[in-house]
């Protein structure tokens, strides 16, 4: 792999990675229920999990997408209703210190296993593999492109739950955090609109 492309495909896991999306939402609303040292395995399952699937897309599965309509139509639909169920989790989060007691943040193989169905998760495999893995590398340009893509993404993922935590004493009243609740889950609803748009 180049320098140019590996600087390419570093400005590409950044500027994905940091802007909000599925991943970056829950996790600030981790951060501010339940704090950043309980939200840590989260940020590792996220990070880690996404980067094996961008492997495994480069290996092969991207191929999958692209032969069979089908998959991608039941991967939507999969999609769409566990976020939307999880937004309403978010939504009905209980206050931080009841959180402490009886809520539980996203566990690392939850998080790990939750990027096969983040619509943004899976096409940023796809694009990353597609436009940046190097011609007849193989499975090495494959791998490569998945570990750029981990160490980047996970001080980007890291930085939201990090944000999170530092307005969580602001949401000590059961009022804003309420408030930040449900914004928090209508932004993982909206996050789901432009990946939606094609098909509408």
């Given at each position: 792999?180049t320098y140019d492309l590996i600087l390419a495909l ?191």
């Amino acid at each position: 792999m180049t320098y140019d492309l590996i600087l390419a495909l570093v400005a590409f896991a950044f500027v994905s990675s940091i802007t909000p999306g599925p991943n970056n939402v829950m996790l600030m609303a981790s951060g501010a229920n339940f704090g950043l040292r309980r939200s840590v395995p989260h940020m590792l399952g996220i990070s880690l999990g996404h980067g094996f699937m961008v492997g495994l897309i480069g290996l092969g599965l991207a191929e999958v997408f692209a032969r069979e309509p089908m998959v991608r139509s039941v991967l939507l639909v999969l999609c769409t209703s566990y976020l939307l169920f999880l937004a309403w989790k978010i939504a009905n989060a209980a206050p931080p210190r009841e959180a402490d007691v009886e809520g539980k943040p996203f566990t690392f193989l939850q998080a790990a296993a939750f990027q096969w169905v983040n619509p943004k998760a899976i096409y940023m495999g796809i694009t990353a593999q597609t436009y940046y893995a190097p011609e007849n590398a193989g499975w090495i340009g494959a791998v490569t492109v998945a570990l750029v893509f981990a160490s980047v993404n996970l001080p980007c993922v890291s930085l939201w739950a990090w944000m999170g935590t530092k307005i969580r004493r602001w949401l000590g009243t059961p009022a804003r955090l309420r408030a930040f609740n449900w914004t928090m889950a209508t932004l993982l609803v909206a996050t789901l609109v432009p990946l939606l748009m094609p098909i509408v």
